[in-house]
């Protein structure tokens, strides 16, 4: 028996810091939490006191007043030797507060259109001065042409056969990224950036573009990036020896359209070919055969200019 006394003895011995513990950590909880209310309950006391003096200053702005005018308890806000708040109309506020922002952004508008003003008759008075006599013929604007071979307007590939630049897999030529670095998509965007082109190994390739729309085509431009724009200054792997040809919407037969030479001129980057061709086409064929010495060929931009049926 008198083990087990023992042993209840401890068990309550236990039991009892247990309770002791606990009751103490619960007070320092709820202290912690009164603590941090208090500080709460200041802050909030202070901004509501630097809430009232900012609403003093502005009704003390609006009526024109001074602070010197002011009563003592209205000076005590600004002071903050008072504990008391000073109440203010929110209407009143808000239209004071209009009223100074409509105040001095009219000023600030008033000082813009004058300076405005100004500077525009300089400008007048400078160009009635240097203006030379105006041109008849330079004022007739040249007729617009629509590229439809722009991927903006719906022109797209349909298929590129070529050796791709970088090493491909049997997976890229499965999911079609053989030419991921270099797509053939890279032909039809505007961009004319080094190394935003159709690139491929070797001088021969075959792709084929389908046009935004069935048109009569009249001319073909071909672009490429200069020599101070490219890292290594050669433009060596610009096309050179290359054939279009045509597939009307009725047939799938092709048709030669033309037979060109890019010439590699530093100082024509931009190159027209105008095609003598009357058929109507939908789709054409761009097969490239050789190029100005490089190891690979980049054809950064092709255009199609033409008129709808």
Excluded at 253 to 277: A, F, I, M, S
Aim: net charge positive; aromatic share 8%; charged share 25%.
């Amino acid at each position: 028996m008198s083990i087990m006394d023992t042993n209840r003895r401890v068990c309550n011995k236990r039991v009892c810091l247990t309770y002791i513990f606990t009751f103490s950590l619960l007070v320092l909880f709820f202290y912690y939490l009164m603590w941090n209310n208090r500080k709460s309950i200041v802050g909030l006391s202070r901004l509501q006191e630097d809430v009232n003096c900012i609403t003093q200053a502005l009704k003390v702005d609006c009526t024109g007043q001074k602070f010197s005018n002011l009563p003592s308890g209205k000076i005590n806000c600004l002071t903050r030797d008072s504990q008391k708040s000073i109440g203010c109309d929110t209407r009143e506020l808000n239209a004071c507060v209009d009223a100074l922002v409509k105040r001095k952004l009219g000023n600030i508008m008033d000082d813009v259109y004058s300076l405005k003003k100004k500077v525009m008759e300089r400008g007048c008075i400078a160009k009635c001065n240097k203006a030379p006599a105006p041109n008849k013929k330079a004022l007739i604007l040249a007729p617009t042409r629509i590229n439809y071979a722009s991927e903006e307007l719906g022109a797209r590939i349909i298929y590129a056969i070529a050796k791709p630049i970088s090493d491909s897999s049997f997976i890229k030529n499965l999911l079609g990224l053989e030419f991921s670095a270099n797509p053939p998509i890279n032909m039809l965007r505007p961009s004319i950036l080094p190394g935003s082109c159709f690139g491929f190994r070797g001088t021969e390739a075959t792709v084929s573009l389908h046009l935004a729309k069935v048109i009569f085509v009249d001319e073909i431009s071909l672009s490429h990036v200069a020599k101070e724009m490219t890292p290594s200054a050669s433009v060596d792997n610009a096309p050179k020896d290359f054939e279009v040809y045509g597939l009307p919407p009725d047939s799938k037969k092709k048709e030669l359209v033309g037979q060109w030479v890019y010439e590699n001129d530093p100082k024509k980057r931009t190159q027209n070919y105008v095609v003598k061709n009357s058929r109507v086409f939908c789709t054409l064929v761009f097969v490239f055969r050789s190029n100005h010495g490089g190891n690979s060929t980049c054809v950064y931009r092709v255009e199609v200019y033409g008129r709808v049926p």
